[in-house]
């Protein structure tokens, strides 16, 4: 069993930065990928960013540019560095994380809020 833990939301100004944290806990996986979501009211859950086990990353069109997703594996911490935030980017962020033996795990999510 996996527990994630994310923490780093909150309100910020357009054109600030928050940065996420997801702490993995647990044991008897290997990680494929870990990935953040967003949600925002009235709207699907979408890709914001991720990372394979190798390193290698992935982003939203919205996002390039503005957030940088990274992972500590030795602390098995994931983060999401979002500048010049908008306030289109107010969601509720979720960590995800998805095992070679195609098991997912999901956090409880963090809000962040981007004010005009």
């Known amino acids: 069993q996996v527990q994630l833990v994310e923490s780093g939301g909150g309100l910020v100004q357009a054109g600030g930065s928050l940065r996420l944290s997801c702490a993995a806990s647990g044991s008897g996986f290997t990680l494929k990928t870990m990935d953040w979501y967003r949600q925002a009211p009235g709207k699907q859950r979408e890709s914001v960013a991720s990372?394979?086990?190798?390193?290698?990353?992935n982003y939203a069109d919205s996002v390039k540019g503005r957030f940088t997703i990274s992972r500590d594996n030795a602390k098995n911490i994931m983060y999401l560095q979002m500048n010049s935030l908008k306030p289109e980017d107010t969601a509720v962020y979720y960590c995800?994380?998805?095992?070679?033996?195609?098991?997912?795990?999901w956090g409880q999510g963090t809000q962040v809020t981007v004010s005009s």
């Open positions: 990372i394979v086990s190798g390193g290698g990353t």
């Open positions: 995800h994380l998805l095992t070679w033996s195609h098991f997912e795990f």
